[in-house]
């Protein structure tokens, strides 16, 4: 069965480039971003580690935890996170999980159960499916699922503006427009009355009987 928005997120042990990890308990109190990769020394996925390398500081101060996940051994991943900084300019120091035998990709349905019991001999077309990125909350549950072509280069702005929605939205009895960046006005949600929101957030804007904006709660 695919995963869906709101399941637990798959808890598995698995050896990686900061050595043993048990996912849930490295998850810890916090939120994490899973993100995958069809094999080591691909050039897209090479640029994306870099980029969120790059970034590991912006998702520390939301309390995010990253962790790579690529389908090789862990052995490779040295080499590879070499290459990642001369085309990058970035060090990756957060964890690279080797996935030699399929077990995580199979187990958060990136790959067919048929689908072999090694790494050896695969190709990057044959993991092609081996693009996603779940967001999962300190509940454990997925909060989000975005999965990417191998042509087409994630946006991890994308993604650190989806999560301050998403923390924000857990707080607050609001949800966030399209394009919301950080500041920017909200939404009340429907399970909060008129009288309700003038306490809670003061004034509002009603555009339509259902749509009502205010400004962004802080704290």
């Known amino acids: 069965m695919s995963l869906r928005i709101n399941d637990i997120a798959p808890d598995f042990t698995a050896e990686t480039t900061h050595g043993p990890v048990s996912f849930h308990e490295w998850i810890g ?4 971003v899973l993100f995958s990769h069809p094999k080591n020394f691909t050039p897209v996925c090479t640029t994306e580690l870099g980029m969120m390398a790059g970034l590991e500081g912006e998702f520390k ?3 995010v935890k990253i962790i790579g996940i690529s389908v090789d051994p862990v052995a490779n991943h040295a080499k590879w996170q070499e290459d990642i900084k001369t085309a990058t300019g970035h060090l990756v ?3 690279l999980i080797g996935d030699k ?5 199979k187990l958060y349905d990136m790959l067919p ?3 072999g019991e ?12 081996v693009r996603s990125v779940y967001v999962i909350g300190p509940d454990k ?3 989000l699922v ?5 042509t087409t280069g994630r946006n991890f702005d994308e993604i650190l503006r989806a999560i301050d929605s998403m923390q924000l939205t857990a707080k607050h009895q609001v949800a966030t427009p399209a394009n919301w960046k950080q500041g920017e006005d909200v939404i009340i949600t429907a399970a909060v009355s008129n009288e309700d929101a003038i306490k809670r957030f003061g004034a509002y804007e009603t555009i339509l009987p259902y749509l009502r904006k205010t400004k962004q709660p802080s704290g």
């Open 29 to 32: 109190e916090g939120w994490a």
């Open 61 to 63: 101060k939301r309390n």
């Open 93 to 95: 120091q957060y964890p």
């Open 101 to 105: 035998d399929l077990k995580v990709a």
């Open 113 to 115: 159960a048929g689908a």
């Open 118 to 129: 090694t790494s050896e001999g695969r190709t990057p077309a044959d993991n092609a499916t």
């Open 141 to 143: 549950k997925i909060k």
């Open 146 to 150: 975005l999965t990417y072509p191998m």
